[in-house]
């Protein structure tokens, strides 16, 4: 990857890369510590089991992000949103997720797109205004929204394939009563019994949806 990592010294405002057809690559340490990159675009298609892990991020500038058919685990997001004071949205499509935090005072959008998740993920992002989730839950696993209230737009679709799952110590759904204060929603989950259960303990703690303008439910 010498090539990037010397585009990367250059100082270029937008970095994006598509490759295709390869194995596992390590991305250089230098594209993660370009201070005048706004526009960061990564994908590995169709994906060679590539896992981010800088020694650090450090991305001043940093507003947009878009991640494709890449791992990211919980060091990786910590250091993202400690590195990344400017970033406004956050893509990931296709992505194997192992975070279980999310957290971010900036963050205006966030995107999931067709990702597998395998841990109960916490999203506390207080400037969200847009939220767009499809994910495939692996065994137990689902979503909880905290400080949530800033956002007015939201499609999430949950679903989960495995069928054969102990359930005895499901984990604490929290959605709904994160999207109160949201004037379109789109709720699709899968119906699977797991999902069900979740859910069904959730809606009892909603709260008036006073801004309500437009709801699409399916699955429930």
């Known amino acids: 990857?010498?090539?990037?990592?010397?585009?990367?010294?250059?100082?270029?405002?937008?970095?994006?890369?598509?490759?295709?057809?390869?194995?596992?690559?390590?991305?250089?340490?230098?594209?993660?510590?370009?201070?005048?990159?706004e526009n960061l675009e990564l994908c590995v298609f169709p994906g060679g089991r590539t896992t981010i892990r800088p020694i650090s991020i450090a991305l001043p500038s940093l507003k947009t992000l878009k991640l494709h058919f890449l791992i990211l685990d919980d060091d990786f997001a910590q250091k993202l949103f400690l590195g990344c004071p400017s970033l406004k949205?956050?893509?990931?499509?296709?992505?194997?997720?192992?975070?279980?935090d999310i957290s971010s005072n900036v963050l205006k959008k966030l995107t999931f797109g067709d990702c597998w998740q395998y841990n109960h993920m916490r999203i506390c992002c207080p400037s969200l205004v847009s939220l767009s989730i499809q994910s495939n839950m692996f065994r137990t696993r689902t979503i909880s929204l905290e400080k949530m209230t800033s956002v007015v737009k939201a499609n999430i679709s949950l679903y989960r394939t495995d069928e054969e799952e102990d359930v005895n110590d499901l984990p604490d759904a929290k959605l709904f009563s994160g999207l109160s204060n949201a004037t379109s929603l789109k709720l699709h989950f899968g119906r699977h019994p797991d999902l069900k259960e979740q859910w069904e303990k959730d809606i009892p703690k909603c709260r008036t949806f006073k801004n309500l303008k437009s709801l699409e439910i399916a699955g429930l």
């Open 89 to 100: 949205s956050l893509n990931l499509e296709s992505c194997e997720l192992f975070m279980s």
């Open 1 to 37: 990857m010498e090539w990037l990592d010397r585009a990367a010294l250059l100082m270029p405002r937008v970095i994006s890369v598509c490759i295709r057809g390869v194995g596992r690559l390590n991305f250089p340490n230098s594209m993660f510590s370009c201070a005048s990159l």
